[in-house]
Nanobody, 116 residues
Framework: QVQLVESGGGLVQTGESLRLSCAAS????????MGWYRQAPGKQRELVAT???????NYTDSVKGRFTISRDNAKNMLYLEMNSLKPEDTAVYYC??????????WGKGTLVTVSS
């Protein structure tokens, strides 16, 4: 059973920074990709950033240049460094793990609130 636990969310002001962490545990084979998604109130869940097992990254346009995704394979940790936060970044942020052949696991999320 794979478990993902996010942490690091909180209330910050516009322009401030936060670092989210996601700890993966359990029996994990063949990780294909890990990523961060977010869901704002009244909106659908959307991709924020992903990182493949090979280290390739992908970001949604609205966070490019502000957010950085990274992972520590030895510790099964995923991170999201968020700088220059804006009120529109307010959302619940979820960690997602995709393993071979195409199994998806989600964490329960961590709330990020950016005040103007």
């Amino acid at each position: 059973q794979v478990q993902l636990v996010e942490s690091g969310g909180g209330l910050v002001q516009t322009g401030e920074s936060l670092r989210l962490s996601c700890a993966a545990s359990g029996v994990i084979f063949s990780i294909l990709e890990m990523g961060w998604y977010r869901q704002a109130p009244g909106k659908q869940r959307e991709l924020v950033a992903t990182i493949t097992n090979g280290g390739s990254t992908n970001y949604t346009d609205s966070v490019k240049g502000r957010f950085t995704i990274s992972r520590d394979n030895a510790k099964n940790m995923l991170y999201l460094e968020m700088n220059s936060l804006k009120p529109e970044d307010t959302a619940v942020y979820y960690c997602k793990l995709t393993t071979w052949p195409s199994l998806h696991y989600w964490g329960k999320g961590t709330l990020v609130t950016v005040s103007s």
